[in-house]
């Protein structure tokens, strides 16, 4: 019979909420749990706005999963003195928590979620010092993100990350054919597993039907620009006159402020509607009740190398998803079977599959 194994999460920049990076933690960790495993994340230091959680607690319990922020403020504090002392004190409890754990028996494997080079590196002396194993969580290529020219602190983090960070662990866990073939390039006997995208198809349980009309819906970061702009410029080409386009935009409001300048230059302005900051389950709802989710992947490096998260939760849904031929798109759909999808980025091939949907889903042929 297995031994069940105590794992923890390092690194985390917070939980239980975030994005793409805290739902998959959140994910795998439910895995590990059903499989007979404990499973703790701890959290050096908070990031959350106190105002929109303030019931959040210093540790706690999320779906089973126990979770600690060790610098004792799960919250990000306003004053920059105070908020640095706190990652002090959180590394310091993150230390002497771990030399607790494992004299009890309860620290047999971490999981590292983070592209912090310098916290790697910590994390392996002390894996090496406590005797536990470390994987790491590989979600991104970060040398493919653009940068910019004053982020010299980044690009250098990013590069020892990118050559070295595989180096230091036991193990890693790519999401991408991509980084499977990079990690092989630099590290051809690192044992990995790769773990696509997941979601839970509970969460559209009971979802509302909302009394809208007919929409496509995408949901990112403001920091999409350059693909929401597209996917503006492809909204504008279809011939219908009743389909919506609802943009779910988060993140830098100068970025948001630039979307609504461009909306508001657009010919069909009055068909597109930009909303942010919902409820996860209200989030739910817009997914359960478009006509169609949009995801259009760029031939870039960077997306070649990840699987958004987006994709997971977009299928779910149930209705139909629109993407573009690349990244790992090309590895898990079919157009026309599983996904609407177009051969390349291009705003005319775009368009031709949100017009398939009008053209069938409206007339009830889809």
Known sequence: MTKRKSIVYLGSSGIPYGLAAIQKMILISKSLILSGNTVTVICKSGIHNRTNYPELKVCGNYENIEYIYTSGNPFREESFIKRNLLKIKGLVNEVLLLKKRKKNSKLDYAILSTNN?????????LSKVYGFR??????????????????????????LFDRYAP???????????????????????????????????????????????????????????????FIIDAFALLNNTSAFLYLVINGDENNIIEIKKYISNNPKKDKIKLVSKLTEKQLYSYYKNAIALLIPLRPTIQDRARFPHKIGEYLASGNPVISTNYGEVTYYFKDMENMLIADSYDINLFAAKMQFVIDNFLNSKF
């Open 117 to 125: 080079f310098y916290s790697i590196i910590i994390y392996f002396v």
């Open 134 to 159: 470390i994987i790491l969580s590989y979600a991104e290529y970060y040398p493919g993100i653009k940068k910019k020219w004053f982020q010299v602190r980044r690009m250098f983090n990013e590069a």
């Open 167 to 229: 180096l230091l662990v036991d193990a890693v866990f790519p999401i991408s054919e991509f980084l499977i073939g990079h990690l092989k390039e630099g590290y051809p006997n690192k044992k990995y597993l790769k773990i696509p995208v997941l979601t839970d198809f509970e969460r559209y349980d009971d979802v509302e039907v909302l009394n809208e009309q007919p929409y496509f819906l995408f949901c990112g970061a403001a920091n999409y620009k350059e693909i929401i702009i």
